[in-house]
Structure formats: C-alpha cells, structure tokens
C-alpha cells in the first residue's frame, strides 16, 4: 500500500494523541483546571518510601484531583509549600479516642500531629454491646460524659460521623467485647452454644465493615479467652478480608511465649496478624526483644503476613487497677472491688502481687475521685510513702477510693529496644491514647506525652536527630504501610483518584513538646491539614471542620 500525505495525517494524530499530559493541566477546551486546593511548590513524600520530589497537589471535593506541575492552575485556595513536606494523612494504628471524639470530635492533640485517621479497637470496642453492657458502661465514665446511641459497633461508628468529627476513623471488633456480650465477665471457658452466638457477632460486625479481631490479652475478660477461642474468630475475620491485632498475653516474664501464640494464631486462622505497640517490659527482659524480632521475621519467611505497631516512649500507660491479678477482676469492677473489701482475699491478691514484684516507677495521672486529684503528679512510691504503707497496700488502698479508675504511667521500657523496633520494615505506629485538646475537661487530668506527640516524635527525635531512616521511609512507615496492612479504600497514597487526606509540615522544626511532667502541649511544625479535602488545620491553627467519615472493612457490601 503506498501511502500519501493524506494518508498519515490520521496517524500522526493518533501519535499526537498518546502523548502524556500533566495531569489536571488544562481543563475543557485547553483551558487552565481549576481546582479548590492547590499545595504548590512542595516536597512530595507519596507514602510508598520512594524518593521525595518537587510537585503540586491539586485537590477537588474529596479527591486528589491531580499531582504534578500545575502552573497554570487556578484554585479558590493556593497554599505555597516551597521548603515543607507534603504527605499523605498520617494513621494511627492503635488509638484510645472512642470517647474523647464523642466529647470532642476535633482531636486537636492528634490532627496537630498529621494524624487524619484514628483506628480503634484494642480488645475493647464499642459494639457489639447488650443491656448490661451499657449500664456498665455509664456507670464507669468518668470526666467524659456522653449518651449512648447505638448498639452495634458499625452504629457507633456512623454515629461519630453523623454528630462530626476532624478525623477519619475506623474500628476492630474487641475480642473481649464480643465475649462479654455472650459470657458476660465470667472467667471460664465458652460453650459450645456460646462460641456459635460469639462467632455470629463476628460475622455480623464484619459484614457491617469491621476491620478484624481486636485482643488485648493482658486485661479481663480478654485474658480469659482461650488460644483455640481466638483462631476460631480471627477464621471468621478472616474470611472477610479481616486483620487481627493484639495486645500480647504478656509483654515480660513469658514476651517469647506469648508471641509464639500470636504467631500460631494467625497461621492456623489464615489471618494476617499485628502486635500492638511491640515492647519487652522490665529491664529483666529487655534482652528478649531481639528473640521477639527474630521470630517476627522468620514467621514473615515462611510466608505469614506479620507486622506491629510502636509508641515511642520508654513509659507505658493505663489503669492501676491492671497491677492486679486477672482472676480478681472476674465479674468486673464492682466484683474486684468487694474482693478487696474481704480481708481474706485481699491478703491472697497482696501476697500474689509482692511475689511478682511492683516493677519500675509509677507516675498517677488521672483519678475520678475528686478527693484524689492532688495526687496527680506524683509517684505509687512517694503517696506511700506519705501514707505510710508499702506499694502494694498503697496499691490497693487507691484501686478502692478511685474505684478502680486511677490512671498511670509506669517506666518499664528500653531506649535501645525502641531503636532496634524502627529498624524494622515492617514496624507502624500506634498512639496507644486518646485524642484529646489542652483545654476543658481533658486537662482535670494528666496523661501520657504519646497523646500530643507520637507522631511529631518519629520525625523529630528518630528521623532528623536520631538518623534512624529518612523521611520518606518515615511517611511511609505511617501512611503506606498501614493503609496496605489494613486494605483501606484509596488512602495513605498521594496519588491522583486517592481521598485528599493531605498533611504539609516543616522537617525542620516537627516535634513533639509534651513531656510526663508538662504533657499537655500540642506538637510543633505541622502547617496544614486535610481531611476528604476539607482543611482542619491552616497556619497550625484548627479551623473547627469536622469532615472525618467512618472507613470501612473489606467485608462491608458496597464500601
């Protein structure tokens, strides 16, 4: 065929028309795009670990509309970010703020920090939930007060995105609230009608849009829960696409052990699996961490699908009352507390616990009982001192006037440990607190500095002192990997088509404030914040906005 002039005009059209474009630079009719955002000028860290580099990210409604060079774009909001880092929106894989959004849904400690979804659900979740188990659960609030609306942990998500909130969140079903709801706070095996009644809240929550199984091993009624017991959950979980996650069994004397159960879980579920903030308690057992590591990494060779998340801190946090030995708190708070009105037990509980040993320091953060406040602040040991008894009655003489509430942090860990943990790729992070604000009801009491700073924390001390990795590993370690670990819906990328949860902040001066001693203060150095494109945090400041959606599992129809 002979071809003419004619001929190959088609073609070279055709040849013309294959040629890239930037994205998003032109609109109809080679006209420039508009966009409602554009970061102009910034460094992009895209969460994948790869190499930063110099573009524009334009956002329209919800979405990343287009990411490249958009010099000729027009937005109602331009924002220059020449010398500051553009991100995805940071995750937490381990957040504590099921109450605090209900009493504040801007979550200023954490959106201060990038951090733009929150995942709940560490062993306790809020739903399933019965008759008895909302009683007890407005029986039990402390400062934070609210109504309750819903039953189902699906519901009660909605519902934080009904009434409003900064950050995106998304929700495991708490191993220990599903054996509640059935058992009720017995410490004894399920039977087999029970299990079957437990396995079908499972898999209602999953098909609602659970992300997984939530266990934390270490607390009643979770400690009761048997191996066997959480394989055949996480079987149904994982069915449905799900994850699960634990607080250990134990993170001292019997860590090796109790990450061997972790492992086997997942294998025999056939369940991707995460240990919540990877640690080795007592300094007798810091030594145990590369063992732990080492076993991690030989479960991935062999194919399992395990990774952790960390706070990076050497001080862990939660109630007083966790000092005391599982089986007093069968049948709950109320029943722990009558066992330690009874002389007779008391001395069993005492005695158990002298034999274990109190540990490391313990700093009091938080009570309910109004009468106690002014401890706040000060060591078990120096209020023993000052009441003139040893830890352990000291100890429990407190469990008794605050009800079992009192809230503390206690000194257990290793620097060096924490280091070795971030060396690792397979590592995330996890606030392990709630998101909270320095102001209202949030500051009648301490708290530990992981609420206002983990995050700002990695950046700070580990990437631009420490040297640990640089920052795009640091992106990625707490937005791509995440986001992949737990199959969420076109997140943790900055990526055109992806939900513009976008965070620009300076690596220069990005660090956390707070200390143990001064714990509410907000980080510094994140610029702005979007959330679904809506801006929550300009100039450093919060804006008010409350676009956060609830985010759901692979197992929801239609998510």
């Given at each position: 065929?002979?071809?003419?002039?004619?001929?190959?005009?088609?073609?070279?059209?055709?040849?013309?028309?294959?040629?890239?474009?930037?994205?998003?630079?032109?609109?109809?009719?080679?006209?420039?795009?508009?966009?409602?955002?554009?970061?102009?000028?910034?460094?992009?860290?895209?969460?994948?670990?790869?190499?930063?580099?110099?573009?524009?990210?334009?956002?329209?409604?919800?979405?990343?509309?287009?990411?490249?060079?958009?010099?000729?774009?027009?937005?109602?909001?331009?924002?220059?970010?020449?010398?500051?880092?553009?991100?995805?929106?940071?995750?937490?894989?381990?957040?504590?703020?099921?109450?605090?959004?209900?009493?504040?849904?801007?979550?200023?400690?954490?959106?201060?920090?990038?951090?733009?979804?929150?995942?709940?659900?560490?062993?306790?979740?809020?739903?399933?939930?019965?008759?008895?188990?909302?009683?007890?659960?407005?029986?039990?609030?402390?400062?934070?007060?609210?109504?309750?609306?819903?039953?189902?942990?699906?519901?009660?998500?909605?519902?934080?995105?009904?009434?409003?909130?900064?950050?995106?969140?998304?929700?495991?079903?708490?191993?220990?609230?599903?054996?509640?709801?059935?058992?009720?706070?017995?410490?004894?095996?399920?039977?087999?009608?029970?299990?079957?009644?437990?396995?079908?809240?499972?898999?209602?929550?999953?098909?609602?849009?659970?992300?997984?199984?939530?266990?934390?091993?270490?607390?009643?009624?979770?400690?009761?829960?048997?191996?066997?017991?959480?394989?055949?959950?996480?079987?149904?979980?994982?069915?449905?696409?799900?994850?699960?996650?634990?607080?250990?069994?134990?993170?001292?004397?019997?860590?090796?052990?109790?990450?061997?159960?972790?492992?086997?879980?997942?294998?025999?579920?056939?369940?991707?699996?995460?240990?919540?903030?990877?640690?080795?308690?007592?300094?007798?057992?810091?030594?145990?961490?590369?063992?732990?590591?080492?076993?991690?990494?030989?479960?991935?060779?062999?194919?399992?699908?395990?990774?952790?998340?960390?706070?990076?801190?050497?001080?862990?946090?939660?109630?007083?009352?966790?000092?005391?030995?599982?089986?007093?708190?069968?049948?709950?708070?109320?029943?722990?507390?009558?066992?330690?009105?009874?002389?007779?037990?008391?001395?069993?509980?005492?005695?158990?616990?002298?034999?274990?040993?109190?540990?490391?320091?313990?700093?009091?953060?938080?009570?309910?009982?109004?009468?106690?406040?002014?401890?706040?602040?000060?060591?078990?040991?120096?209020?023993?001192?000052?009441?003139?008894?040893?830890?352990?009655?000291?100890?429990?003489?407190?469990?008794?006037?605050?009800?079992?509430?009192?809230?503390?942090?206690?000194?257990?860990?290793?620097?060096?440990?924490?280091?070795?943990?971030?060396?690792?790729?397979?590592?995330?992070?996890?606030?392990?607190?709630?998101?909270?604000?320095?102001?209202?009801?949030?500051?009648?009491?301490?708290?530990?500095?992981?609420?206002?700073?983990?995050?700002?924390?990695?950046?700070?001390?580990?990437?631009?002192?420490?040297?640990?990795?640089?920052?795009?590993?640091?992106?990625?370690?707490?937005?791509?990997?995440?986001?992949?670990?737990?199959?969420?819906?076109?997140?943790?990328?900055?990526?055109?088509?992806?939900?513009?949860?976008?965070?620009?902040?300076?690596?220069?001066?990005?660090?956390?404030?707070?200390?143990?001693?001064?714990?509410?203060?907000?980080?510094?150095?994140?610029?702005?914040?979007?959330?679904?494109?809506?801006?929550?945090?300009?100039?450093g400041d919060h804006t008010g906005a409350k676009p956060g959606r609830a985010l759901w599992?692979?197992?929801?129809?239609?998510?």
């Amino acid at each position: 065929m002979k071809l003419t002039f004619a001929s190959i005009i088609p073609i070279i059209l055709l040849s013309l028309a294959a040629l890239p474009i930037p994205a998003g630079a032109f609109g109809a009719a080679d006209q420039p795009a508009r966009f409602d955002v554009i970061i102009r000028n910034g460094t992009l860290y895209d969460g994948s670990g790869g190499a930063p580099v110099r573009a524009d990210v334009g956002i329209r409604g919800d979405m990343i509309a287009a990411v490249g060079d958009l010099g000729t774009g027009h937005a109602t909001t331009i924002i220059d970010a020449k010398g500051l880092a553009v991100a995805p929106g940071f995750i937490n894989m381990l957040s504590w703020s099921t109450a605090s959004l209900l009493v504040d849904g801007r979550s200023q400690s954490e959106i201060r920090q990038g951090v733009t979804t929150q995942i709940l659900g560490e062993g306790q979740s809020m739903g399933p939930l019965n008759d008895d188990m909302k009683k007890r659960m407005l029986a039990s609030q402390g400062d934070m007060k609210f109504d309750i609306h819903w039953t189902s942990l699906a519901e009660y998500l909605a519902h934080l995105e009904k009434t409003g909130v900064s950050p995106n969140v998304a929700s495991f079903i708490g191993s220990g609230t599903i054996r509640e709801n059935v058992i009720g706070l017995a410490n004894r095996n399920a039977t087999a009608p029970e299990m079957n009644r437990m396995l079908d809240l499972v898999r209602r929550e999953m098909e609602d849009g659970a992300l997984g199984i939530g266990s934390s091993l270490i607390y009643a009624p979770d400690a009761y829960s048997t191996t066997q017991e959480l394989i055949e959950m996480c079987r149904v979980a994982a069915g449905y696409g799900g994850m699960y996650i634990s607080h250990v069994r134990n993170e001292g004397s019997t860590l090796v052990e109790a990450i061997a159960e972790f492992i086997r879980i997942s294998r025999d579920a056939g369940i991707p699996a995460e240990i919540y903030h990877l640690k080795a308690g007592g300094e007798s057992n810091w030594g145990k961490m590369d063992r732990v590591i080492s076993m991690v990494n030989g479960a991935r060779a062999e194919g399992l699908r395990i990774t952790a998340n960390v706070y990076l801190y050497t001080a862990s946090s939660n109630r007083l009352a966790s000092r005391v030995p599982a089986w007093a708190h069968e049948g709950g708070n109320d029943a722990l507390l009558a066992r330690l009105g009874d002389p007779a037990t008391r001395r069993k509980i005492s005695s158990e616990m002298r034999r274990r040993g109190m540990g490391s320091k313990t700093l009091l953060i938080g009570f309910d009982s109004e009468s106690l406040k002014p401890l706040v602040g000060k060591t078990l040991q120096e209020v023993a001192r000052m009441r003139g008894k040893d830890q352990v009655e000291t100890l429990l003489d407190l469990v008794l006037e605050d009800r079992a509430r009192t809230r503390v942090v206690s000194f257990s860990m290793s620097e060096d440990n924490i280091r070795k943990q971030l060396h690792q790729p397979w590592v995330s992070l996890g606030s392990d607190a709630a998101s909270i604000s320095a102001e209202g009801v949030f500051i009648k009491s301490s708290t530990h500095p992981r609420a206002y700073g983990n995050f700002a924390r990695l950046f700070g001390k580990y990437v631009r002192d420490e040297k640990i990795m640089p920052v795009q590993e640091a992106v990625r370690r707490v937005t791509g990997l995440p986001a992949s670990n737990l199959h969420l819906d076109r997140r943790g990328s900055l990526r055109e088509g992806f939900f513009a949860d976008v965070v620009v902040f300076d690596p220069q001066t990005f660090s956390d404030v707070a200390t143990y001693d001064n714990p509410h203060r907000y980080a510094v150095g994140m610029k702005h914040v979007f959330v679904n494109g809506a801006q929550v945090l300009k100039d450093g400041d919060h804006t008010g906005a409350k676009p956060g959606r609830a985010l759901w599992g692979q197992g929801k129809k239609g998510r």
